[in-house]
T-cell receptor
Framework: QKEVEQNSGPLSVPEGAIASLNCTYS??????FFWYRQYSGKSPELIMS????GDKEDGRFTAQLNKASQYVSLLIRDSQPSDSATYLC?????????FGKGTRLHILP | ETGVTQTPRHLVMGMTNKKSLKCEQH?????MYWYKQSAKKPLELMFV???????ENNSVPSRFSPECPNSSHLFLHLHTLQPEDSALYLC???????????FGPGTRLTVT
């Protein structure tokens, strides 16, 4: 099992809808979780950090963490064409940040 | 300058050249990283420094040589590269190991 798994996509979502991105991780002891957005040809940009079970909201973004099921998700409400990017999930394992391979999100105008 | 800066932003070099990539962080962080990202491929961690000590070297060929003279600066020295080394080279920093990382804009390297 890969340490951090994401569906590579592309995930196509109509403009204005909710985009749901999922990530699973293998190390039950992981404590910190991050979501990054990467536009094509650009560097990753941190958009959310989450440390506790439950939901964390920041504007149109909501991160959800379920440690018992070992998954973390990112919801994007009212999706905009500018949200089209690759979203990277990252997990802290023993003070190492392990990145997933990313999910490509395409918002359909 | 704020955040993490990288120079140059673009570099074209021949296989026999020697060049260096520079990274500087203005965040007061204690850990710095080099990543390689080839076209449409995932991030590959190359080197990790914590408090100026190298703590990770992920089987990177010796033609890549990192240097961390202080906690704010990180270099990647390049020599006798191969065309397959063409990629986006990203520098990142974090408060400490395991904390969220902040990336610089990257250096787009082309080896001819």
């Amino acid at each position: 099992q890969k340490e951090v798994e994401q569906n590579s996509g592309p995930l196509s979502v109509p403009e204005g809808a909710i985009a749901s991105l999922n990530c699973t991780y293998s190390d039950r002891g992981s404590q910190s979780f991050f979501w990054y957005r990467q536009y094509s040809g650009k560097s990753p940009e941190l958009i959310m950090s989450i440390y506790s079970n439950g939901d964390k909201e920041d504007g149109r973004f909501t991160a959800q963490l379920n440690k018992a099921s070992q998954y973390v998700s990112l919801l994007i409400r009212d999706s905009q064409p500018s949200d089209s990017a690759t979203y990277l999930c990252a997990v802290n394992r023993d003070d190492k940040i392990i990145f997933g391979k990313g999910t490509r999100l395409h918002i359909l105008p | 300058e704020t955040g993490v800066t990288q120079t140059p932003r673009h570099l074209v070099m021949g296989m026999t050249n020697k060049k260096s990539l520079k990274c500087e962080q203005h965040l007061g962080h204690n850990a710095m990283y080099w990543y390689k990202q080839s076209a449409k491929k995932p991030l590959e961690l190359m080197f990790v420094y914590s408090l100026e000590e190298r703590v990770e070297n992920n089987s990177v060929p010796s033609r890549f040589s990192p240097e961390c003279p202080n906690s704010s600066h990180l270099f990647l020295h390049l020599h006798t590269l191969q065309p397959e080394d063409s990629a986006l080279y990203l520098c990142a920093s974090s408060q400490a190991l395991g904390y969220e990382q902040y990336f610089g804009p990257g250096t787009r390297l082309t080896v001819t």
